[in-house]
């Protein structure tokens, strides 16, 4: 039986930018580009229109811009994944992303591999920040952490056990499940419940809003 494709529909306004992505993504044989737009109020009809799996998102469009776009697609339809497709590096691009609901946050120069890799770790359920943007908004809030250290005593941070904080710190990082189970040596089942008490104690619905989370809180260095 043929395996079904992950739907991708390209929203980027640089023609020749959707075309190299969609060339490049076809050559996989686990995804299918069923669409291109070229600005938001295109994307928006033809997410009701084809029902993507995910949509890699250009974050700077005409009129209405990407971060937006990513906030009303998930309000219309909440299980269409998105990812956002970048020149910007700054932390405050990526929190604003993560806040519209998007799962992922990509570099525009990213490579084939990195990319597919991308889709397919979003589409199986989790979020991604490419691993050296994971690594600046890190550094960027470290300094944060010994004046938070206080404030965690009246914070849901402070609920969480030890392990649960490596657990985070390795989401934190861009570690899929695998490899958070592969470094701490325990199964996938166990990273997924302490992801999912880690989730109840902050108050948060997925591994992105975690993580945004203990950015702000300088937890994570």
């Known amino acids: 039986?043929?395996?079904?494709?992950?739907?991708?529909?390209?929203?980027?306004d640089h023609t020749l930018v959707r075309e190299g992505f969609a060339k490049m993504l076809e050559l996989e044989p686990d995804l299918a580009v069923v669409g291109q737009?070229?600005?938001?109020k295109e994307a928006f009809e033809l997410v009701k229109k084809l029902n993507p799996d995910i949509v890699l998102m250009d974050i700077r469009l005409p009129g209405i811009t990407g971060i937006e776009a990513?906030?009303?697609?998930?309000e219309e339809s909440p299980k269409v994944e998105i990812i956002i497709l970048s020149m910007y590096n700054e932390d405050e691009y990526i929190f604003e992303a993560i806040k519209a609901g998007a799962s992922g946050y990509v570099l525009k120069d990213i490579s084939k591999d990195d990319l597919v890799r991308a889709i397919r770790v979003v589409h199986s359920g989790e979020s991604l920040i490419q691993p050296s943007l994971a690594k600046k908004v890190l550094k960027e809030f470290a300094h944060l952490a010994k004046d938070t250290s206080q404030g965690m005593a009246k914070t849901p941070l402070r609920e969480l056990s030890e392990r649960e904080l490596e657990v985070l710190r390795f989401v934190a990082n861009g570690n899929s499940n695998k490899q958070i189970a592969d470094s701490l040596l325990i199964s996938e089942t166990t990273v997924?419940?302490?992801?999912?008490?880690?989730?109840?104690?902050?108050?948060?619905s997925d591994r992105a809003q975690a993580?945004?989370?203990?950015m702000r809180k300088g937890l994570v260095e």
């Open 1 to 12: 039986m043929e395996q079904e494709r992950i739907k991708v529909l390209l929203v980027d």
């Open 37 to 40: 737009a070229s600005d938001s």
């Open 70 to 74: 990513t906030k009303k697609i998930k």
């Open 192 to 204: 997924k419940a302490h992801l999912r008490s880690i989730f109840r104690k902050l108050e948060v």
């Open 211 to 214: 993580v945004a989370y203990a």
